[in-house]
């Protein structure tokens, strides 16, 4: 029987029950909308990590004061990271091109005129511009000069500018940080978020001299950014900054350190696995959603054989041949696989846009799902069918007259 013929023929008897397609549809409609959201979401977390790490820098290595803890500054009373521990690792480790020490104190209230806000305050030294590769929009970053003379002039983040300016020019503006007032010198490019998902634009630098001496009264600094030149030296650099701030703090075996050594290739790590641990085990859903589908189809494709015994006789009758009736059931599972694949790629799609309009979650739509659903539906339509088929090609055609 020509392919054409026997595309129509299979077409009009799905369409003689429809019921019984929609439901031997349902299952792999369900499987591949599964399977397109996991791809979506999977794809959306990946260009997000790595947005996040492009954030972080590429070839930057962080340490924070305290132990114990996987991510974010140290908290006020934390105290193991000091300035003299800045000195030594700049003057012990190869590699590094800039090395930044700075302070970090989260929720302060900001105020211009009869606004309000609260941000981070980072007391930060020249050369913090260089180590994050973040540089001003407008205006002047911290000098040399602000640091040493405790001035009391400020940065201000995108974030920030929005708040409390809107649309007007801050600088040369005043704000009031914890009672004091800064002068607004400039404003930092827009950085996005951070790998940990917090805005690095809604933040204020000042001078790190002023935020340790004037507005925190501290003697200790809450975390180092180093810029390395190579970034291959990432991991050594690591493992040598861990180890003298060991030796200075007296810290041996099986002691925990009191400070934290990380940089962006552990953070894609962690963040990576945290993400595929959840692609596996949605993915492991989908398929036994889209195996559960093929099961239905071959158990109702059976009983529509049987129901269909007369149908399969009179056609033999007149002249189909075993194989034709075969492929026939064949085709039928094909277009309904194939059907319930592409209805399931555009509910994926919907769903994943709905996903990330309503819980701000990144997805990404590719081509990948839509692949995949045909490739999975065809797989999927010819092992559910080919038992069905096989059964049905076999009947004898007078049994199967006489039902």
Same mark, same amino acid.
């Given at each position: 029987m020509?392919l054409s013929?026997?595309?129509?023929?299979?077409?009009?008897?799905?369409?003689?029950?429809?019921?019984?397609?929609?439901?031997?549809?349902?299952?792999?409609i369900?499987?591949?909308?599964t399977l397109?959201?996991?791809v979506?979401?999977?794809?959306?977390?990946?260009?997000?990590i790595m947005?996040n @790490?492009?954030?972080?820098?590429?070839?930057s290595?962080?340490?924070?004061?305290?132990?114990?803890?996987?991510?974010?500054?140290?908290?006020?009373?934390?105290?193991?990271?000091?300035l003299?521990?800045?000195?030594? =690792?700049?003057?012990?480790?190869?590699?590094?091109?800039y090395?930044?020490?700075?302070?970090?104190?989260?929720?302060?209230?900001?105020?211009?005129?009869?606004?309000?806000?609260t941000c981070?305050?980072?007391?930060?030294?020249?050369?913090?511009?260089d180590?994050?590769?973040w540089?001003?929009?407008?205006?002047?970053? =911290?000098? +040399?000069?602000?640091?040493s003379?405790?001035?009391?002039?400020?940065?201000?983040?995108?974030?920030?500018?929005? +708040?409390?300016?809107?649309?007007?020019?801050p600088?040369?503006?005043?704000?009031? @940080?914890?009672?004091?007032?800064?002068k607004?010198?400039?404003i930092?490019?827009?950085?996005?978020?951070?790998? =940990?998902?917090?805005?690095?634009?809604?933040?204020?630098?000042i001078?790190?001299?002023?935020?340790?001496?004037?507005?925190?009264?501290?003697?200790?600094i809450?975390?180092?950014?180093?810029?390395l030149?190579?970034?291959?030296?990432?991991?050594?650099?690591?493992?040598?900054?861990?180890s003298?701030l060991?030796?200075?703090?007296?810290?041996?075996?099986p002691? +925990?350190?009191?400070?934290?050594?990380?940089?962006s290739?552990?953070?894609a790590?962690?963040?990576?696995?945290?993400?595929?641990?959840?692609v596996?085990?949605?993915?492991?859903?989908?398929?036994?959603?889209?195996?559960?589908?093929?099961?239905?189809?071959a158990?109702?494709?059976?009983?529509?054989?049987n129901e269909?015994?007369?149908e399969?006789?009179?056609?033999?009758?007149?002249?189909?041949?075993?194989?034709?009736?075969?492929n026939?059931?064949?085709? +039928?599972?094909?277009?309904?696989t194939?059907?319930?694949?592409?209805?399931?790629?555009?509910l994926?799609?919907?769903?994943?846009?709905?996903?990330?309009?309503v819980?701000?979650?990144?997805?990404?739509?590719?081509?990948?799902?839509?692949?995949?659903?045909?490739?999975?539906s065809?797989?999927?339509?010819?092992?559910?069918?080919?038992?069905?088929?096989?059964?049905?090609?076999?009947?004898?055609?007078?049994?199967?007259?006489?039902?």
């Amino acid at each position: 029987m020509p392919l054409s013929k026997l595309i129509r023929v299979s077409f009009n008897s799905l369409l003689k029950y429809k019921g019984r397609t929609f439901l031997m549809m349902l299952g792999i409609i369900i499987g591949i909308a599964t399977l397109t959201v996991v791809v979506a979401m999977a794809k959306g977390a990946q260009n997000k990590i790595m947005q996040n @790490i492009q954030n972080f820098g590429p070839n930057s290595v962080m340490v924070s004061a305290g132990g114990g803890k996987a991510w974010g500054p140290a908290d006020d009373h934390t105290t193991t990271l000091t300035l003299e521990d800045v000195t030594a =690792i700049k003057e012990s480790v190869n590699g590094i091109k800039y090395i930044a020490p700075f302070t970090m104190h989260l929720e302060q209230d900001i105020v211009y005129g009869n606004k309000y806000a609260t941000c981070v305050i980072v007391g930060v030294t020249p050369e913090w511009a260089d180590a994050w590769q973040w540089f001003t929009e407008k205006g002047d970053f =911290i000098s +040399e000069e602000d640091v040493s003379s405790l001035s009391k002039n400020c940065v201000l983040g995108q974030t920030i500018v929005k +708040e409390l300016f809107g649309n007007q020019n801050p600088i040369g503006e005043t704000v009031r @940080i914890n009672n004091t007032n800064f002068k607004v010198i400039g404003i930092m490019k827009k950085r996005g978020t951070s790998p =940990i998902g917090m805005d690095m634009d809604s933040r204020i630098t000042i001078p790190l001299s002023t935020a340790m001496r004037r507005l925190f009264n501290i003697t200790h600094i809450g975390m180092l950014r180093l810029y390395l030149g190579d970034p291959n030296r990432l991991d050594e650099v690591t493992k040598s900054v861990a180890s003298i701030l060991r030796e200075r703090h007296h810290i041996t075996p099986p002691e +925990e350190d009191d400070f934290r050594v990380t940089n962006s290739i552990a953070i894609a790590k962690t963040v990576q696995g945290v993400s595929q641990t959840l692609v596996i085990l949605l993915g492991l859903l989908s398929l036994i959603a889209l195996l559960i589908g093929g099961i239905v189809i071959a158990n109702i494709m059976f009983i529509s054989v049987n129901e269909r015994r007369k149908e399969i006789g009179i056609r033999r009758a007149f002249g189909a041949r075993a194989r034709d009736i075969m492929n026939q059931f064949l085709v +039928e599972a094909l277009i309904i696989t194939v059907s319930g694949g592409i209805i399931g790629t555009i509910l994926g799609i919907a769903l994943s846009k709905g996903i990330a309009f309503v819980k701000k979650m990144p997805v990404a739509i590719s081509w990948e799902p839509f692949a995949l659903a045909i490739v999975f539906s065809m797989l999927v339509g010819v092992l559910s069918g080919i038992q069905p088929a096989k059964r049905a090609a076999s009947l004898d055609p007078v049994e199967a007259i006489r039902g």
